[in-house]
């Protein structure tokens, strides 16, 4: 069983998942933002906060590592995604457009450079909005070298082998280079999530169970994590829209009592994302509910 810190260093993530065949975590350890291993108060999450935000009005728009056109494209964000604005950099005219470059950081995490003149500036933070939907449904690319002559067996053969050797990055890789074959295996999403949350790779992981949950929609565990996974990367209307999910559905495994503990330990995580979102109303609106059950 493999354990992973989140967010706030006290918490223990458990997920387990396998290409060949999914577990549930035991009792009593179902993923869980808000319990100290103390026992004591829950601790709200510190918000970390933004002066800028803008929000992308002609798409798809390059994120791109670096601010020139000749850059490496890391993700094509679309209309309306909103974007925190973390510097503004040097001008340039691309065609017809005169504006800015901007340092951004998309609603997951992930961070790059991208024209002014395709941004609306200075719009509300993303919490005062819609909830986001994912940036992206696209896994990232490996940096292991992939056999091009492989197919999607011998690649999960390649990721397990990885795994139990503890190279995790290279496990990762061939898996997401697997299901680049074969998308429909499901499982497979959520596993790969596991690795990404060893890795430390938030954003990573949430794309992941985006995936997971698309092919799922009725997973409780795949919402769970994925707002555990959003709430890690700050896209904290993200991450009360799956809770929100969540809290409405059977956890898979957990009949009778221990599914309802498995709904009261995901509502404490739904009240963390509306404490992180700034939203007291929505917080104790959400433990009055929990109480309720």
Known sequence: MRRTTLFLGWLAVLLLASCGGEKEPPAGEVLDLTAPPD???????????????????????????????DS?????????????????GRGETIGEDTDRWY??????????????????????????????????LTLSSPTTPIPGDLGAVELLGLSEESETA???VEAADYLAAALSLNPENVKGYFHLSDLYF????????????????????????????????????????????????????????????????????????????YQAN??????ERTRRRMDAL
Not at 114 to 132: K, N, Q
Not at 278 to 283: F, I, L, N, T, V
């Open 278 to 283: 700034r939203d007291s109303e929505g917080a």
């Open 166 to 168: 503890g190279r995790l």
């Open 39 to 69: 026992g004591g108060a829950v601790v709200p999450p510190k918000v970390p906060t933004a002066e800028r935000y803008a929000e992308v009005a002609e798409g798809p728009l390059n994120l791109r590592e670096k601010p020139t056109v």
């Open 103 to 136: 340092e951004v950081r998309t609603a997951d995490g992930k961070h790059g450079y991208v024209f002014g003149a395709f941004l609306t500036l200075d719009v509300s933070a993303p919490g005062e909005g819609t909830p986001a939907p994912p940036t992206t």
């Open 198 to 273: 060893e890795l430390e790779r938030y954003a990573d992981a949430a794309t992941a169970l985006e995936n997971y949950i698309a092919r799922e929609p009725d997973s409780f565990w795949g919402h769970n994590n994925l707002g555990l996974a959003c709430i890690r990367t700050r896209n904290y209307p993200r991450a009360i829209a799956v809770l929100e999910r969540a809290v409405q559905l059977q956890p898979e495994g957990r009949p009778g009592e221990a599914g309802i503990q498995a709904v009261r330990l995901a509502y404490r995580n739904l009240v963390a994302a």
């Open 72 to 88: 490496a494209v890391l993700v094509q964000l679309p209309v309306r995604a909103r974007v925190e604005i973390l510097s503004e």
